[in-house]
């Protein structure tokens, strides 16, 4: 959440009540969001939730949130939170008189992630939310609307008891085809446990007043699942805190490049579904172009697999780097000459990466792995915002950077990701096209 609101951590036993002399505003609507990630963690789905509900609050809704400890993308919990025992928080919006009660929940967090594990979490995530839901959330409160993000699918459940016993109304939102990714994936063990969840989510499909996805693919796909309307509602960016800069040369130097070496810059979650492994083998092809450089910036469980095979490799034109401040990630991004967003071919449609809307925002130039047909490559292909290459296929890859001097276009093409992101991924214009649809 943009450094626009100040936490006020307070433990759940005994917390004192808010003072309610909040001026006369009256409160429009009482939303709810139920979702393991929130602010503030700084990328994905946490990152999206936290705007989210900033955004909701400033126009003078009463937001609650459901949510974890921050650990995302770190896959531990952050300073100074710990993982001890629930917590409430009031968060400030500074300037407003507006704030947005918080209750965090204790969870599992796997120290190396793997299919079993993480539905483990995912489940634990249940037990936790729901012994909170209970005691605080059921208190005779009434919610207009609550709100859960997938993944995980299951909490959905969570969010319709709720919403039936407090006279609201559901809004299911798909950031990731979760079930899906876990069975191309190879995630989840039999077949039989497979069918048992599409089963579970197909129900909860019925039962939700509104359900939501992030692309037009996966509105599509849900449709297939039950004969229902589904809301195209993406994720969005702040067009004003991310822009472009004119200084890209000399941004370099910040991060340790020289103005003429071309960086080539991943900057996300490090996991399974990405295929980053194909970075460092692209890195391998052309080390004999010394001012072509790779970064690889960010947290995840295959951190320490890909140094580890970085080092095996011996490469030299690839660094990694953590998750940089917000303060300096408008710079950070617009220091790099080409942004790439991979994923495995097998999950290409299945999400929609977070980080694309704040890499065309900035006028990012970005190349991305995708197959004709999925939302990416038709959002590429229709509005000419960068380039496409095969999913899984390093040889592809390498060749395209390395006839990339060549094309005369870039400039045009970053001019049209800035403009796509202002005209279609403003949050001001996302957020009121929503309200619109579910808040009636």
């Known amino acids: 959440m943009e450094n626009s609101v100040v936490h006020k951590p307070e433990n759940l036993q005994g917390s004192r009540k808010l003072e309610a002399s909040k001026g006369k505003q009256e409160i429009q609507k009482n939303i709810l969001l139920i979702s393991p990630n929130f602010s503030p963690e700084p990328t994905g789905i946490g990152k999206v939730n936290g705007e989210m509900m900033n955004w909701l609050a400033k126009q003078g809704c009463n937001c ?3 949510t974890a400890f921050p650990y995302y993308p770190q896959w531990k919990i952050q300073p100074p939170y710990t993982n001890g025992w629930f917590k409430k928080e009031v968060l ?8 947005i009660t918080v209750y965090r929940c204790p969870f599992y967090i796997p120290a190396k992630p793997s299919g079993a594990k993480r539905m483990l979490q995912d489940f634990s995530y249940w037990f936790s939310m729901s012994l909170v839901a209970a005691k605080f959330i059921l208190a005779g409160k009434k919610y207009d609307l609550v709100i859960t993000i997938a993944p995980p699918f299951h909490l959905g459940y969570l969010g319709l008891m709720i919403s039936k016993r407090t006279g609201g109304k559901l809004f299911y939102h798909i950031q990731d085809l979760q079930i899906e990714a876990a069975e191309e994936l190879r995630m989840v063990p039999g077949k039989k446990l497979l069918n048992y969840f599409y089963r579970m989510e ?3 499909l019925q039962k939700a007043d509104f359900v939501g996805g992030i692309s037009p693919n996966m509105v599509k796909k849900t449709k297939a699942k039950v004969d229902r309307d589904v809301i195209y509602f993406p994720n969005w960016v702040d067009t004003d805190s991310f822009h472009p800069l004119s200084n890209r040369n000399q941004l370099k130097e910040k991060w340790g490049f ?3 070496d071309i960086v080539f810059l991943y900057s996300g979650a490090i996991g399974e579904k990405q295929g980053l492994e194909n970075i460092l083998f692209t ?8 001012n072509i450089k790779f970064v690889i910036c960010g947290s995840g469980p295959y951190t320490e697999k890909l140094t580890r095979l970085s080092e095996k490799m011996r490469l030299t034109n690839i660094s990694f780097l953590p998750v940089q401040d917000k303060d300096v990630f408008n710079e950070f991004l617009n220091m790099a000459d080409y942004h790439l967003i991979l994923q495995k071919g097998n999950a290409s449609d299945l999400v929609m990466p977070s980080k694309l809307a704040t890499i065309l925002a900035v006028g990012g130039l970005s190349i991305v792995t995708t197959s004709p047909g999925t939302s990416l490559y038709n959002l590429y292909t229709e509005n000419d915002i960068g380039y496409i290459v095969e999913p899984d296929n390093h040889v592809f890859l390498s060749k395209l950077i390395s006839d990339l001097d060549a094309d ?3 400039e045009q093409k970053r001019e049209n990701a800035r403009d796509y992101a202002i005209t279609h991924l403003n949050i001001d214009n996302v957020m009121n096209e929503f309200m619109g649809k579910v808040l009636i």
């Open 64 to 66: 609650s949130v459901l």
């Open 258 to 260: 020289q103005p003429w």
């Open 408 to 410: 005369e276009n870039n």
């Open 202 to 204: 197909k129900k909860l």
């Open 283 to 290: 890195a391998g092809d052309l080390s004999a172009k010394t």
């Open 92 to 99: 400030i919006i500074p300037d407003t008189d507006k704030t």
